[in-house]
């Protein structure tokens, strides 16, 4: 069973940045992806970067390619999402979530609100 805490939420300026954090434990994650969701009110959640444990690899949605970024601390099992030029429609509550590599998201975390004003 694995447990994550997702922290660093918060509100800021439209154009100003946030860096989220998620401590994962419970499990060895090598063989397994990191992801970060978001969930807006009255939208459904969707999908917005995603880090392979065990090489790096990345991936992003188009609506946040140049502006967030992805990364991982293995010594800390820590996955991290530094958001930069934040825009109001970035409102959202932040989900981490992980599941072995190519199954999907078996575990989430509890979320974090992330409010950007205009």
């Known amino acids: 069973q694995a447990q994550l805490v997702e922290s660093g939420g918060g509100l800021v300026q439209a154009g100003g940045s946030l860096r989220l954090s998620c401590v994962a434990s419970?499990?060895?994650?090598?063989?397994?992806?990191m992801g970060w969701f978001r969930q807006a009110p009255g939208k459904e959640r969707e999908f917005v970067a995603s880090?392979?444990?065990?090489?790096?690899?990345?991936t992003y949605a188009n609506s946040v390619k140049g502006r967030f970024t992805i990364s991982r601390e293995t010594a800390k099992n820590t996955v991290y999402l530094q958001m930069n030029s934040l825009k109001p429609q970035d409102t959202a509550v932040y989900y981490c979530?992980?599941?072995?590599?190519?199954?999907?998201?078996?575990?989430w975390g509890q979320g974090t609100q992330v409010t950007v004003s205009s």
């Open positions: 979530a992980t599941g072995p590599t190519g199954y999907g998201y078996t575990y």
């Open positions: 880090i392979r444990w065990i090489d790096g690899s990345t």
């Open positions: 419970g499990r060895t994650f090598s063989r397994y992806t």
